[in-house]
């Protein structure tokens, strides 16, 4: 899972946006697997994975960006994003390439490319279109599952399920295949 969320962010620095928007959106599923009995991903299971570990962290974005400028607490910073609509825009994209989705509170959601403005647009509604920051989100997602890993890896649930996560193999995965790095 590590080696997932480092690729993601040299995907992200790389200027891979799609490759990275697509992998973020993914990291609720695969966590909410890692924690499940039954080692399976839902809808259900993702929207409260999110909640938990990647809604919150928009207020922790927010203070780090303020508080060079503006020392204290930032208080009542709420993400719109919450996680039923975050997983109805992870099915639409991933599944149907779409940034819409007919269930959605929002005509869309745009993703805002690194640096293409000075302006920061993260999370700001502008025509009935959610606008988030890209890096931002990627980074917030990141965090939560970094965040959930020191509380997820030691247990046994976790490392029963993560047994079957695919992995990269460095010298192949015998008896399928040896003397070649393999992801599988």
């Known amino acids: ?23 973020a959106l993914t990291l609720p599923d695969i966590a909410g697997a890692l924690n499940a ?3 399976k991903a ?12 990647v809604r919150p962290r928009l207020a922790e974005t927010v203070q780090a960006t303020l508080s060079a400028n503006f020392p204290g607490q930032v208080l009542n910073v709420v993400n719109p994003l919450d ?14 390439g779409s940034t819409q989705h007919p269930k959605s509170p929002y005509e869309r959601i745009i993703f805002i ?18 606008c988030i920051d890209l890096q931002m ?5 990141i ?7 020191t509380h997820a890896e030691a247990t046994p649930l976790y490392q029963a399920n993560f047994a079957k996560f695919a ?18």
């Open 42 to 53: 839902t809808g259900v299971r993702y929207a409260a994975w999110y909640e938990q570990w």
């Open 143 to 149: 965090s939560g599952v970094r965040l959930w890993l």
């Open 83 to 96: 996680g039923d609509a975050c997983y109805r825009f992870r099915c639409s994209l991933l599944h149907q």
């Open 167 to 184: 992995t990269r193999h460095d010298q192949g995965l015998p008896p399928y295949i040896v003397g070649v790095p393999v992801v599988g």
């Open 113 to 130: 490319e690194p640096h293409a403005t000075s302006n920061s647009f993260h999370y700001c509604t502008l025509n009935k279109a959610l």
């Open 1 to 23: 899972m590590r080696l997932l969320i480092d690729q993601l962010e040299n995907s992200l620095a790389s200027g891979n946006y799609f490759l990275s928007l697509f992998t």
């Open 137 to 141: 989100f990627c980074q917030e997602m």
């Open 37 to 39: 009995q039954d080692g």
